[in-house]
């Protein structure tokens, strides 16, 4: 098999997260969790434009049909906000599902929408002094009203998910459970059943923790390992492990990841210097790594996305 090519494009990032591919721009948007964020690499040019936020982010996921809209994760709340994509200053920051209430002491983390841009997002739990809170996130669907509907709860840290080609799986990470699940998706109603383990990656042996995934046009899954360094190729039916990208040389904190490009035959790889929490910032061992707090760009897969990034819908009710 072809070696594939691994390219830097963005540098200096603290906590590299939530990678969103923009077919129609062909740009990608991600956040920076350390340091307070969303960004946006332009792919023709090159240039990367960054807006800083108040508080801690999450991901960013375009709206569908408003030039400019996003919605985002920030620590506690999910809002809706406008940006230009080049200023330092955005409009219409709108809150509207914030945990506090039903979910005291969880964060939101990963989130992505279905096929029809219903939004899912997973939480976690953590402290105001940013410790991790494990065995109470949550696994929810959340519509533009604020109304969250919980699909799964008990979860250690919520993480990477995504649909097969035609809607009929889900597919979701609990970071520290080393858990990699399916369910089967009703895409209509927006429900999940049936579910079960795809891939205990602690029973299989594989170091390191499952993180951010995509799904290629294959519903191949391709999962980030956080610590290891590494990227899984799995089978999406029955969790065998197909291949293995080992970056562990040049990077620990692989974080997530997305195919883009102009023919989606590209991996962009967020990263990150540091762990999961402030107080890591420390550990020298990460933070030194080539490709520590990066996006990379993958390319030589011989693999393709399913398409661009599915834009957030405003209008589907739960």
Same mark, same amino acid.
């Given at each position: 098999?072809?070696?594939?090519?691994?390219?830097?494009?963005?540098?200096?990032? %603290?906590? %590299?997260?939530?990678?969103?591919?923009?077919?129609?721009?062909?740009?990608?948007?991600?956040?920076?969790?350390?340091?307070?964020?969303?960004?946006?690499?332009?792919?023709?040019?090159?240039?990367?434009?960054?807006?800083?936020?108040?508080?801690? #982010?999450?991901?960013?996921?375009?709206?569908?049909?408003?030039?400019?809209?996003?919605?985002?994760?920030?620590?506690?709340?999910?809002?809706?906000?406008?940006? $230009? %994509?080049?200023?330092?200053?955005?409009?219409?920051?709108? #809150?509207?599902?914030?945990?506090?209430?039903?979910?005291?002491?969880?964060?939101?983390?990963?989130?992505?929408?279905?096929?029809?841009?219903?939004?899912?997002?997973?939480?976690?739990?953590?402290? $105001?002094?940013?410790?991790?809170?494990?065995?109470?996130?949550?696994?929810?669907?959340?519509?533009?009203?604020?109304?969250?509907?919980?699909?799964?709860?008990?979860?250690?840290?919520?993480?990477?998910?995504?649909?097969?080609?035609?809607?009929?799986?889900?597919?979701?990470?609990?970071?520290?459970?080393? =858990?990699?699940?399916?369910? $089967?998706?009703?895409?209509?109603?927006?429900?999940?059943?049936?579910?079960?383990?795809?891939?205990?990656?602690?029973?299989?042996?594989?170091?390191?923790?499952?993180?951010?995934?995509?799904? $290629?046009?294959?519903?191949?899954?391709?999962?980030?390992?956080?610590?290891?360094?590494?990227?899984?190729? =799995?089978?999406?039916?029955?969790?065998?492990?197909?291949?293995?990208?080992?970056?562990?040389?040049?990077?620990?904190?692989?974080?997530?990841?997305?195919?883009?490009?102009?023919? =989606?035959?590209?991996?962009?790889?967020?990263?990150?210097?540091?762990?999961?929490?402030?107080?890591?910032?420390?550990?020298?061992?990460?933070?030194?790594?080539?490709?520590?707090?990066?996006?990379?760009?993958?390319?030589?897969?011989?693999?393709?996305?399913?398409?661009?990034?599915?834009?957030?819908?405003?209008?589907?009710?739960?």
């Amino acid at each position: 098999m072809t070696e594939v090519a691994v390219e830097v494009v963005v540098k200096g990032l %603290g906590l %590299g997260e939530g990678p969103h591919w923009d077919g129609n721009k062909q740009e990608l948007y991600f956040v920076d969790v350390f340091d307070p964020s969303i960004q946006r690499y332009v792919l023709a040019t090159g240039e990367v434009f960054k807006l800083p936020l108040p508080s801690s #982010p999450s991901f960013i996921i375009p709206v569908d049909k408003s030039e400019n809209k996003f919605v985002i994760g920030y620590h506690r709340h999910l809002a809706l906000l406008e940006w $230009d %994509g080049v200023s330092t200053t955005y409009k219409n920051l709108k #809150p509207f599902a914030d945990l506090s209430t039903k979910y005291p002491g969880a964060r939101y983390n990963d989130a992505k929408c279905d096929a029809l841009g219903r939004l899912w997002v997973g939480t976690f739990g953590m402290t $105001d002094e940013f410790s991790v809170v494990t065995g109470i996130g949550a696994l929810l669907s959340v519509d533009a009203a604020g109304v969250v509907q919980e699909h799964m709860d008990k979860i250690e840290l919520s993480n990477g998910l995504g649909w097969s080609k035609d809607s009929t799986k889900m597919y979701f990470i609990d970071t520290y459970g080393f =858990l990699v699940y399916v369910f $089967d998706y009703d895409i209509k109603k927006g429900q999940t059943s049936n579910k079960r383990v795809l891939l205990d990656t602690k029973k299989a042996g594989i170091s390191g923790s499952p993180d951010g995934m995509c799904i $290629d046009a294959e519903d191949k899954l391709w999962v980030a390992f956080f610590t290891a360094g590494k990227i899984l190729q =799995l089978d999406g039916t029955t969790g065998v492990v197909l291949r293995t990208i080992d970056l562990a040389q040049k990077v620990s904190n692989i974080t997530s990841l997305t195919f883009g490009g102009p023919n =989606l035959d590209t991996l962009f790889v967020t990263t990150g210097k540091y762990g999961v929490v402030p107080e890591q910032k420390s550990a020298p061992s990460s933070a030194t790594e080539e490709y520590a707090g990066a996006v990379l760009k993958i390319s030589n897969l011989q693999a393709k996305g399913p398409g661009s990034g599915v834009k957030y819908s405003e209008n589907l009710s739960l």
